[in-house]
């Protein structure tokens, strides 16, 4: 399985790197594993909504 960086994430997502670790700390981004310290994202996972709106979208 192919893993891609927070910064890999943010940039494909357009959202910070620290939302991204927000995702990934909160167990919303199913397959993303913390090792060494670093958190690891499946290249094909989806973005989580954004739950600080009623539809997902961002501000």
Known sequence: MDYMTL????????????????YCAGGRIPGAVKMAGV??????AEK????RTKDGKQF
Request: glycine content about 0%.
């Open 48 to 51: 989580p909504h954004d739950r």
């Open 7 to 22: 910064k890999e994430a943010s940039d494909k997502w357009e959202v910070s790197v620290r939302q991204i670790n927000y």
């Open 39 to 44: 958190w690891l994202i499946p290249k094909d």
